[in-house]
């Protein structure tokens, strides 16, 4: 989407225009949900709160000064959101795998090997600390940068990266406990 696109939803929606806010959510509400699932492990957990995320940033999108791109905050109160549910509530086990994509070219074994690795990897994300388990999903699952993240979570890049760099060595140890390495 353009950015100049989204700046005029963001301001027709500050203003009150249901049209400009409806385009909004259509734009972000799956990516968000996504995002929201990866965090909760569970698909009714994500969709309350994927709503209540949008409930919120629509209440207060005159706050929204702009310093960040849209998204940007928007995944910062998505990640706050979901940080104090976790801490309410731990996520709930599941096992489906945070990454697998299908090639129907790879055969049967090595198909159900990607599989069974994706699983043990989303068991093991699952496991750490509720921060660097946000900072791991935003780099690697959606793709922030360093500069987004640290907005998202309102610390310095330095702080991300060694979240970032203590969590995939967390992941590590764990991975190897469990002989997957």
Same mark, same amino acid.
């Given at each position: 989407? %353009? @950015?100049? @696109?989204?700046?005029?939803w963001? *301001?027709? *929606?500050?203003?009150?225009d249901? $049209?400009?806010?409806?385009c909004l959510?259509?734009?972000? %509400?799956?990516?968000?949900?996504t995002?929201?699932?990866?965090?909760?492990?569970?698909?009714e957990?994500?969709?309350?709160?994927? @709503? %209540?995320?949008?409930?919120?940033?629509?209440?207060?999108?005159? $706050?929204f000064r702009?310093?960040?791109g849209?998204?940007?905050?928007?995944?910062?109160v998505?990640?706050?959101?979901?940080?104090?549910f976790?801490?309410?509530?731990?996520?709930?086990?599941?096992?489906v795998p945070?990454?697998?994509?299908?090639?129907?070219?790879?055969?049967?074994?090595v198909?159900? =090997?990607?599989?069974?690795?994706?699983?043990? !990897?989303?068991?093991? !994300? @699952?496991?750490?600390?509720?921060?660097?388990?946000?900072?791991?999903?935003?780099? !690697?699952q %959606? $793709?922030?940068?360093?500069? =987004?993240?640290?907005?998202?979570?309102?610390c310095s890049?330095?702080?991300?990266?060694?979240a970032?760099?203590?969590? !995939?060595?967390? #992941?590590?140890?764990?991975?190897?406990?469990?002989?997957? #390495?």
């Open positions: 989407m %353009e @950015q100049n @696109q989204e700046k005029e963001v *301001a027709r *929606a500050r203003r009150g249901r $049209g400009a806010v409806a959510v259509d734009r972000y %509400e799956r990516e968000i949900f995002y929201l699932f990866r965090m909760t492990r569970n698909v957990d994500a969709r309350d709160l994927t @709503q %209540e995320v949008f409930i919120k940033v629509f209440r207060k999108i005159s $706050g702009g310093d960040s849209f998204r940007t905050w928007l995944y910062r998505a990640t706050n959101h979901a940080l104090n976790l801490k309410r509530r731990p996520p709930a086990a599941s096992d945070l990454t697998y994509l299908s090639d129907p070219a790879l055969s049967a074994a198909a159900l =090997e990607r599989r069974d690795m994706a699983s043990h !990897v989303t068991r093991a !994300v @699952q496991a750490l600390p509720r921060r660097q388990k946000a900072v791991v999903v935003l780099r !690697v %959606e $793709g922030l940068t360093y500069a =987004e993240i640290a907005r998202v979570l309102d890049v330095g702080n991300c990266k060694a970032y760099h203590n969590a !995939v060595k967390r #992941l590590r140890e764990i991975l190897k406990n469990e002989a997957i #390495l």
